[in-house]
């Protein structure tokens, strides 16, 4: 009992830091985003408000994926976990979409940016990115790679991509003037975080196609004993 309270209580401290981290910052760039007038600020922003959504579904997903009458994957990976992932990858896809469509329309009236401002609060969110990365990849590290897991810490190196983006927009548009490169930059962003969605679509598709197998079959983790009986099954209707 004490050891499963204690998981419990590890995974709510390391979704929960990171979680309201996000939260704080995201508000303050959304708010800087208008101030400033740049939309890969604002770009950032979106995203860090799905990962607050991200983060506090992974919690859930921890949480429920702990409780013994829960279907699981042989992996470990629970329906929860499954459509969490889901969920974050749809998020994901959504940010990209709402990037596109705001780049499109900035390159054809350009918006004035301040530099200034742009570089302070991107940078400032650069850092507390790094140390929610951080955070993840150690949790990950230390108490085995989870699926949900992976889709929080993609969230969050998206996000760092995006700070990053937006630091160098800051710099460019405060030293030379050039208001273009907040929406190139912004394109920019969303095909990075188009890539790291097409891989999670992937790693979400090649789970389920197991955990379907699975759960139909043998919950308790008898896939090898299943995968041998098919593998006869098949080499009998093969003669």
Known sequence: MNTSTHHTHDDHDH????????LVFAIVEAVGSWYTGSLALLSDAGHMFSDVAAL????????????????RHRSGVSYAELIVSIINAITMLLVVIFIVV???????????VQGMGLMVIATIGLIVNLVVAKQLHHQAHHHGESLNNSAAFLHVLGDLLGS?????????????????????????ISLLLLILTLNLIRDIFLTLKGQLTQYHHHP????????????????????
């Open 102 to 112: 705001e780049a499109i329309s900035r390159f054809k009236h350009p918006h004035h």
């Open 56 to 71: 506090g579904l992974a919690w859930m997903a921890s949480v429920m994926g702990r409780r013994a009458h829960v279907a």
């Open 220 to 239: 308790h983790d008898h896939h090898h004993e299943h995968q041998n009986y098919e593998q006869h099954s098949h080499e009998h209707h093969g003669h």
């Open 15 to 22: 979704y929960l830091v990171p979680f309201l981290l996000i």
């Open 164 to 188: 990053v983006a937006a630091v160098v927009a800051g710099v460019v548009i405060y030293f030379t003037g050039w208001m273009l490169i907040d929406p190139i930059l912004s394109l920019l």
